[in-house]
């Protein structure tokens, strides 16, 4: 999930990892009574991405995201999205010292050296990426777990265990090795989450057959 280690704040819900909005619709806990929050979940987590834009600023966002909360990344991505060109990961790439001093004079974004320079290093990883495995969504939707290899049931409990699974950390050791910097198992997994790769969508939620029925509809890339 978004938060990725984070406690249950509605312990009055129908079930744990699940709570009842003000108009009786049940739902993961983790977006709280936030508007924004509950807007994402409900119609962007988990639903399947092939974007290669969307999945490299997933990709940056994430990185960004380490030691914060997403919904602060939330909030804050679309002013990310104006500083780093949409996201684009060929105009990043061409970004130089000028453009990380702009950065970092930026208020609206993360003004944290390490992370903006690895977004524009990671760039230039992704179009090798695209490269060698024709887009970013191939490569990484290659990494999408069997069913044999997901737990029979998603819930609170389960899900609580997954912070890291074989296949996000065989998706970060791959992309480590190409030279992406901010890309550890625990953030893949968030990615995959985030993208559809999975559907954690804690069973009982009102979002968990509708993104079901989307993945179920999807063409994987590459495939």
């Not at 380490?66 to 999205?81: V, Y």
């Not at 950065?103 to 944290?112: K, P, Q, S, T, V």
């Given at each position: 999930m978004e938060e990725r280690v984070v406690e249950n704040?509605?312990?009055?819900?129908?079930?744990?990892?699940?709570t009842r909005r003000?108009?009786?619709?049940?739902?993961?806990?983790?977006?709280?009574?936030?508007?924004?929050?509950?807007?994402?979940?409900?119609?962007?987590?988990g639903r399947p991405v092939a974007d290669d834009i969307r999945l490299f600023e997933k990709l940056c966002l994430e990185?960004?995201?380490?030691?914060?909360?997403?919904?602060?990344?939330?909030?804050?991505?679309?002013?990310?999205?104006?500083?780093?060109?949409?996201?684009d990961p060929a105009v990043v790439a061409t970004f130089g010292p000028a453009d990380v001093e702009r950065?970092?004079?930026?208020?609206?974004?993360?003004?944290?050296r390490g992370k903006i320079e690895a977004t524009i290093s990671n760039a230039?990883?992704?179009?090798?990426?695209?490269?060698?495995?024709?887009?970013?969504?191939?490569?990484?939707?290659?990494?999408?777990?069997?069913?044999?290899?997901?737990?029979?049931r998603c819930d609170h409990a389960t899900l609580m265990t997954m912070a890291r699974t074989p296949?996000?950390?065989?998706?970060?050791?791959?992309?480590?090795k190409r030279g992406w910097r901010f890309v550890g198992p625990t953030t893949m997994y968030a990615l995959m989450q985030a993208m559809g790769m999975v559907n954690d969508h804690v069973e009982g939620c009102a979002q968990r057959a509708a993104v079901e029925a989307e993945r179920d509809r999807f063409s994987r890339p590459g495939r």
């Open positions: 704040r509605d312990d009055e819900g129908p079930a744990a990892g699940l003000e108009d009786g619709t049940v739902s993961c806990w983790w977006p709280g009574a936030d508007e924004g929050y509950r807007h994402y979940h409900d119609h962007e987590w990185g960004f995201q380490a030691g914060l909360s997403w919904l602060t990344i939330l909030r804050k991505r679309e002013n990310f999205r104006a500083a780093f060109a949409g996201f950065l970092l004079g930026d208020a609206g974004i993360i003004r944290h230039s990883r992704a179009l090798e990426l695209v490269e060698e495995a024709g887009s970013i969504a191939a490569f990484l939707w290659s990494f999408e777990p069997s069913v044999a290899d997901r737990p029979e296949a996000s950390e065989a998706m970060s050791k791959a992309l480590r």
